[in-house]
């Protein structure tokens, strides 16, 4: 184990102890820095100068052309947006998503868990790979999968099941639409984590259990998902957090935000408002009020994940 | 109630357990694995067997069957492709060789492979510098440090896109591949799971090559990576999908030509002016996935495992 | 505490320093490098190698336009070997690239390197005059070279010419547009007992054929692409026109989308719905049904042509076109879909390569390949009476007729200015829709979108 002081055998020969020179201290100390050094370099430039940059801008009100001048307008860019007429509702239609989503990446995936535990060997590889697979294809192809799956005259869902369900284009219909194909894409991920989380959990405790005379649904109950906790409460703060990530480029590229803004949740209500403006200040604004609502919402989620969960120590 | 000496028995590991015909009267053998001591006995075990494969085989088939019916349209002959047979025949190119005329699919795959692989390979690279440097020394500010980098996932696109384009513009590098992979050289993820690790890495190997007098890179090298291989192929294949889905960015730097497979398959969803060209579509977004499964299949478990040792508890 | 005090130290540092890139925004001393009255710039010389870059919302997507670009590209490196065309699609991750034109622009000119010749909506124009500087063509190349590309042996219809003038000036030579034609399905309307050579020519006629297709047929009636978001406002303002209304005052000061003459033509659509004669469709599920053989009437814009005749041919039924259909006897005033070619480049040898790309896209040459390729009406309508040009194509193409027919008594797509034009015409047409489409009252909602958006209009 490197650390930041001479190393303990140093002592060995008093005089090189006394002969390790400051400047060579310096540099013992400093090759950590060094391996963080590219990693930092990076971070620095390519994610925090323009966080500053956009926090910067976000205060002015300018159409990014070298010909105008861009004038300060303080908080004036964030009052317009926190006013929009739409944002109740879109986040709203935000938190709807993200209840929707946990059927798939919450409940299926323990029922799923809890009642296969027993398959193994070469069957679960290929039932895994199955599950799995939704969550390799990248957003566009999967937009490009549903649009044909869900067209209304030639997709094979409401021809199969004799329907006639404009799925993308009804304003009732959208949001469920951009949920199911989230979902989908998701259920592999949720479905790995749950089992490995249930691979991690010690048999030991279950065993008590039963010793002391627990039923099976008992100990499901009492034991397995309260040592399942800190996955399932992962599995909620990666639903939040993806959920904006994932369905971002679905509805970018399939629905556009409608119709009739049936599908325009805060991201895409911020992006589309700030980016449409050609006003590069409200913009940088919108791109804050993202980077600030995240943070908070990890924050709170890291610190629920650590209240309510149970640790196996 | 049970005075039954069995479950003890099985709670002594796979070793245990893989020996069958064992004085006690104990539970039918497991085909492996640590024993869940919560399992009934008997007919009602095969049941509950069966039934796991059911629900792994209902869940498979519903995860996959997009997939298939995806690669199924790009397989039929032009004039057959809103048959809902599910077996396409007679089988034909042409929806490949239209798309290959459209959109020089060849180029675009070994294009976004260069990418891809180069950018996981960087993110590797960088981000194994600094996680080793997490994991064998213990520096000032290396929890900030470590905070700063994690603290990028909450920093989203919208923030930097514009600075970041500005700045490549500035480098030259705006409409070559390089743009699209030197931002992302530092991928938080990377950095994470390698810590995650690293952490669980034995100190008595680094703190024997160092009374070796190996430095600190030629201990890296030789120690730390060849024991980590299965984590890097984890972790590299994960890196390598994220990168191999990519759009937004792509799409900012790469303006002159579609040169990765993604835009590839958003120049045909786009075309507002033509009715969507399913064959073609599917078949472009079907060559999008193929690759990425292939390598999930060939490395399969090794992601598995990747999930199950990062820690996620 | 000392740590964290520390922690936080270095990190307002970092921040600090890293920030040091000074505050925002540019000069706005500078003005455009052509002055009134200055002279035109000189021709280039034979060696004189120049590079320009070409943006187009058409590049990029997989059809048609991208080869017949790279025809016509390939055509113009033939003829001016010394001028290098790049040609790029619009900067962006919308699906559809015409969504980032304008965004396209903007980000690229911050950068410093918009391109040189654009190809932009007539809905931007005043955004791209005002604020993206494009460049006024008589002030650049001279006041005879620009009415000499205007004219020749086939000359501009003189109503397009004027289409992307701003205070007198043309700033942009229009490219290709159309104005809206009524599509109709012959064997539809055979099958519904209705006469397929004689389309309806009134609005009430629309609406009693439409019931008839219904009623007879089972498939719909109608449908009018002009009344959601993703339509934009183009032909929506061609029907307030005929209907004698306006959107925007001719000042430019004041919104008139709310006024009676406009609520009508939105209220006549929204019958149309309530009837169960126009189905609740976005634009391309609409097209898409009518291209499939679905749907009677459909006015469009005839960019949409050939998916209707390839749809026509698959399907096995017959394509009509028809001119804008008229409320009671007040005149049609079509207005014009489309887009002209802009100039922003501030280098002379570079604006005169421009000059010389957008002379070549707009000539006779050109417009043969661009009509016979992809349908677009040309814009020197003479070329269809022309055998060595168009005549054979428009002999075997008779759907264009209307389009040709419309082009002399086209209006403008008045643009709305300011910087948030596309707020102001977002938040109008999505009020439209939700009229048409969702049942809800004309008047007020069209007048509460009318003041939200004059909130947006420039002041002063």
């Known amino acids: 184990m490197f650390v930041e002081t001479a190393p303990p055998l140093a002592a060995r020969s008093p005089v090189t102890a006394a002969r390790a020179t400051w400047p060579r201290r310096l540099a013992r100390a400093a090759v950590p820095y060094a391996y963080v050094a590219p990693a930092l370099a990076m971070v620095v430039i390519w994610t925090y100068r323009p966080l500053v940059g956009t926090a910067q801008l976000s205060l002015y009100s300018w159409n990014l052309l070298p010909t105008a001048p861009a004038t300060p307008v303080g908080l004036d860019n964030y009052r317009r947006l926190l006013e929009l007429p739409d944002l109740g509702h879109a986040v709203g239609r935000t938190f709807l998503v993200i209840v929707g989503l946990l059927p798939f990446t919450l409940l299926v995936p323990v029922v799923v868990g809890l009642l296969t535990r027993r398959v193994r060997g070469r069957a679960r590889t290929v039932y895994q790979a199955m599950i799995f697979a939704p969550f390799l294809v990248a957003p566009v192809a999967a937009a490009s999968v549903w649009l044909w799956l869900l067209d209304l005259h030639q997709g094979v869902v409401n021809r199969a099941l004799g329907l006639s369900v404009n799925w993308f284009n009804d304003p009732h219909l959208a949001l469920w639409a951009v949920i199911l194909m989230t979902g989908w894409s998701l259920l592999g991920f949720a479905v790995l984590v749950v089992a490995a989380g249930l691979a991690g959990i010690n048999p030991d405790y279950a065993q008590a259990a039963a010793l002391d005379g627990a039923r099976r649904g008992q100990i499901t109950r009492w034991v397995t998902l309260p040592l399942l906790s800190p996955t399932l409460v992962f599995l909620l703060l990666m639903t939040v957090l993806l959920s904006g990530q994932l369905t971002f480029p679905l509805i970018n590229t399939v629905t556009q935000g409608g119709p009739l803004n049936a599908t325009t949740t805060i991201y895409y209500l911020l992006w589309d408002y700030g980016f449409r403006d050609f006003n590069a200040g409200l913009a940088s604004a919108a791109g804050i009020l993202f980077f600030l609502g995240f943070t908070v919402l990890a924050a709170g989620l890291v610190w629920l994940s650590e209240k309510v969960t149970f640790h196996d120590n | ?313 | 505490m000392k740590k964290l005090l520390s922690a936080a130290a270095l990190a307002a540092a970092v921040a600090l320093g890293v920030a040091a890139c000074g505050s925002p925004g540019g000069s706005s001393s500078s003005t455009t490098a052509s002055a009134a009255g200055a002279k035109p710039i000189p021709e280039l010389s034979p060696d004189q190698k120049v590079t320009i870059t070409f943006e187009s919302y058409n590049f990029g997507l997989a059809g048609p336009w991208t080869e017949t670009f790279n025809e016509l590209l390939g055509k113009f490196k033939a003829k001016y070997p010394n001028i290098t065309v790049i040609g790029q699609k619009p900067l962006g991750s919308s699906p559809n690239p015409a969504s980032d034109a304008i965004s396209s622009v903007q980000q690229q000119a911050a950068a410093g390197k918009a391109p040189d010749v654009d190809q932009q909506g007539f809905d931007a124009l005043n955004f791209m005059v005002n604020s993206l500087g494009a460049k006024p063509l008589e002030d650049v190349v001279g006041k005879p070279a620009v009415d000499a590309n205007f004219g020749g042996a086939h000359p501009f219809s003189p109503s397009v010419t004027t289409l992307a003038n701003v205070k007198g000036k043309t700033y942009g030579v229009p490219f290709v547009l159309s104005t809206p034609i009524l599509y109709y399905n012959k064997t539809l309307f055979t099958q519904a007992g209705l006469d397929p050579n004689k389309p309806p020519t009134t609005w009430d006629e629309v609406a009693t054929d439409a019931a008839a297709i219904k009623a007879k047929t089972g498939k719909d009636g109608a449908y009018i692409d002009c009344l959601t978001k993703g339509s934009k406002d183009w032909c929506l303002q061609s029907l307030i026109r005929s209907n004698g209304g306006r959107v925007i005052s001719t000042d430019g000061s004041k919104l008139s989308f709310a006024d009676a003459p406009a609520v009508q033509a939105v209220t006549m659509a929204q019958g149309l719905v309530n009837s169960g004669s126009t189905p609740k469709l976005q634009q391309k599920p609409a097209y898409t049904e009518f291209a499939a053989g679905g749907m009677g009437m459909i006015l469009e814009t005839s960019a949409v042509q050939s998916v209707f005749q390839k749809g026509a041919k698959t399907g096995k039924w017959e394509l009509g076109a028809a001119a804008e259909p008229a409320f009671g006897s007040q005149p049609v005033i079509p207005t014009s879909s489309g887009s002209a070619l802009f100039m922003l480049s501030k280098d002379p040898a570079k604006q005169r390569a421009a000059w010389d790309l957008i002379t070549f896209l707009t000539s006779d040459q050109a417009y043969d390949v661009i009509s016979s390729k992809i349908g677009y009406v040309p814009l020197r309508p003479s070329l269809v009476d022309s055998a060595a040009d168009l005549k054979p194509w428009a002999d075997a193409h008779p759907l264009i007729q209307p389009n040709i027919a419309q082009l002399a008594k086209m209006e403008p797509w008045v643009a709305f200015p300011g910087d948030q034009f596309v707020q102001i015409r977002d938040g109008w047409m999505s009020a439209v829709e939700s009229v048409v489409y969702q049942g809800k009252p004309a008047g007020p909602t069209l007048s509460a979108a009318q003041t939200t958006a004059s909130a947006l209009l420039p002041k002063g």
């Open chain 2, 1 to 313: 109630m049970t005075t039954d000496v069995a479950p003890l028995v099985l709670d002594e590991g796979p070793a245990a357990t893989g020996e069958a015909g064992l004085a006690s009267p104990a539970p039918p053998r497991r085909r492996g694995g640590p024993a869940e001591p919560d399992e009934p006995v008997g007919e009602v075990s095969r049941a509950s067997v069966v039934g796991g494969h059911a629900v792994l085989v209902l869940l498979g088939l519903a995860c996959v069957f997009p997939i298939y019916w995806l690669y199924v349209t790009s397989l039929r002959a032009p004039d057959d492709i809103f048959k809902l047979t599910p077996f396409p025949w007679p089988l034909s190119v042409s929806s490949y060789s239209d798309a290959n005329k459209a959109v020089h699919i060849g180029r675009l795959l070994v294009n976004t492979i260069a990418v891809a692989g180069l950018t996981a390979l960087g993110q590797m690279l960088v981000g194994l510098l600094a996680a080793y440097a997490f994991a064998a020394w213990r520096f000032r500010f290396s929890r900030l440090l470590y905070l700063t980098f994690v603290g990028t996932w909450l920093v989203p696109f919208q923030v930097t896109m514009l600075p970041n384009y500005t700045l490549l513009n500035r480098l030259g590098l705006l409409n070559t591949l390089a743009g699209v992979i030197v931002p992302n050289l530092c991928s938080a993820l990377g950095l994470l799971m390698l810590r995650q690790h690293l952490d669980g890495f034995p100190k008595e190997l680094l703190e024997a090559a160092r009374m070796d007098g190996r430095s600190s890179w030629a201990t890296l090298w030789t120690v730390v990576v060849p024991n980590l291989r299965p984590a890097l192929a984890a972790l590299g294949i994960l890196l390598f999908v994220n990168s191999w889905n990519e759009y937004f960015w792509p799409a900012m730097v790469l303006q002159r030509s579609n040169s990765v497979i993604q835009l590839g398959i958003a120049s045909f969803i786009g075309s507002a002016d033509q009715g969507l060209p399913w064959g073609p579509l599917s078949a472009t977004a079907g060559l999008a996935c193929l690759p990425v499964f292939v390598l999930y299949l060939a490395l399969q478990r090794h992601v598995v495992n990747g999930f199950v040792h990062s820690g996620l508890k």
